[in-house]
DNA sequence: ACGGCGCAAAACATTACCTCA
DNA sequence: ATTGAGGTAATGTTTTGCGCC
C-alpha cells in the first residue's frame, strides 16, 4: 500500500483515502478460508492497512501493524485470572442442549450429576440441584496449561479436546468452552487496540492533512509572488522532504527511495503506515 | 454444475456465578 | 454486612463451512 508519491498535496487526504482501500480491498474482498465473518475481515482490513499480515505464527488474531506495534501487541497482557481453587466441574444442563449433550459420555453425565448435588447446599436443594449453575475456576496449572496449548494454536480439534480435557481432569465441552471464550477476549483485546490505533492514525492524518494544506497555501503564495520563474518542469524542491524531483517522471534520475530518506528529512510525517507521506 | 438440506463447529451474545475492593 | 464492578465459566442462538443427495 504504497502512497502515491506523486499525488499532489491537495489532494492528500483524498489520496490517503483512496490509499486506504485500494490496497485493502485485495485482502477484503478476498477474505482467507477461515474468514467466517465481519469481524474477521475487520482485522483482515486493518492487517492490510498495517501492510503486515502477522506479527508471528500463533493465534489468528495476532495483528501486526508495524514491528513496533507488533511488539506492543505481544507485550499486552490477557489477564487471565488464575485464581486458584478447588476443581470443582459443575454446570447445568439445559433441556435443550441435546447437540452438546452427545459429546458428553454417559460417564460423565454421571460424575456432573452427581457433582451437582454435593455442590450446592440451600433450601430449595431439588431446585438448586438441578437448575444451578456452579461456576468451576480453573486452578493455576490448569490455567497455564490451556493458555499454552492456546498458543500453539487457537482452535482444538476433537481429539487435542479429549486429550486435553483429560489431561487437565476437566470434561471437553469445558476445555472448549474455555478456548471459545478465550478466543473471544483475544478478540475484543485486539479490537480496543485496533480502535486505539485507528483514532491515532486518524489524529496524525488529520495534523499532516492541515500541515500540506497550509503548505499548499504557501506554495500558491509563492507562486503568485514568482509567477514567471517557477515552470513545472523544471527541477524543483519539493518542501515536504526537501528532495529534488525532475520533471518527465523519471525515477531513474532520483534514486533515492522514500525509505532511504533521513529522519531527518522526513521526520514532520509521521505515517503510522509505515510510509512516507502522500506528497512524497 | 447447481441448489437444498443436514450436520458440526465456531462465532457471537448473554447470563450467572464468584471474587474483591 | 452490603454492594457494585469486573472477570469469566457456561449457555443459547446465529453463522459458516462442508459433505451428500
Not at 8 to 32: C, D, F, M, N, R
Not at 83 to 108: A, C, D, M, N, W
Not at 215 to 235: C, D, F, G, I, W
Amino acid at each position: 500500500m504504497d502512497l502515491d508519491h506523486d499525488a499532489s498535496i491537495s489532494s492528500l487526504h483524498l489520496v490517503l483515502g483512496l490509499a486506504l482501500t485500494s490496497e485493502t480491498q485485495k485482502e477484503t474482498l478476498t477474505p482467507s478460508p477461515q474468514s467466517n465473518n465481519v469481524v474477521d475481515d475487520h482485522f483482515a482490513l486493518i492487517r492490510a492497512i498495517s501492510k503486515k499480515p502477522y506479527c508471528e505464527d500463533g493465534p489468528s488474531l495476532t495483528l501486526a501493524l508495524s514491528s513496533e506495534n507488533c511488539n506492543l501487541i505481544n507485550q499486552v497482557p490477557l489477564d487471565l485470572s488464575t485464581q486458584t481453587s478447588p476443581l470443582s466441574t459443575v454446570s447445568s444442563f439445559s433441556s435443550e442442549g441435546v447437540k452438546r449433550e452427545r459429546e458428553i459420555s454417559s460417564e460423565e453425565l454421571e460424575t456432573t450429576k452427581i457433582e451437582r448435588v454435593s455442590s450446592r447446599v440451600s433450601g430449595d436443594e431439588d431446585e438448586d440441584a438441578t437448575n444451578s449453575r456452579k461456576k468451576l475456576r480453573l486452578n493455576k496449572e490448569q490455567s497455564n496449561m490451556l493458555e499454552e496449548s492456546f498458543k500453539q494454536h487457537s482452535t482444538l480439534n476433537p481429539k487435542q479436546k479429549q486429550a486435553l480435557a483429560k489431561q487437565l481432569n476437566l470434561r471437553a465441552r469445558q476445555v472448549e468452552v474455555w478456548f471459545q471464550n478465550r478466543r473471544a477476549r483475544t478478540k475484543l483485546k485486539q479490537t480496543e487496540m485496533d480502535c486505539e490505533f485507528l483514532k491515532k492514525c486518524c489524529e496524525t492524518l488529520t495534523e499532516e492533512n492541515m500541515r500540506l494544506q497550509k503548505e499548499l497555501q504557501e506554495l500558491k503564495a509563492l507562486k503568485l509572488s514568482q509567477p514567471l520563474y517557477m515552470p513545472m518542469s523544471a527541477t524543483t524542491m519539493c518542501p515536504s522532504c526537501e528532495r529534488l524531483s525532475s520533471s518527465g517522471g523519471g525515477g531513474a534520475s532520483n534514486k533515492r527511495t522514500p525509505f532511504s530518506m533521513s529522519m531527518a528529512a522526513k521526520s514532520h510525517f509521521y505515517n503510522p503506515f509505515t510510509n512516507p507521506s502522500a506528497a512524497c
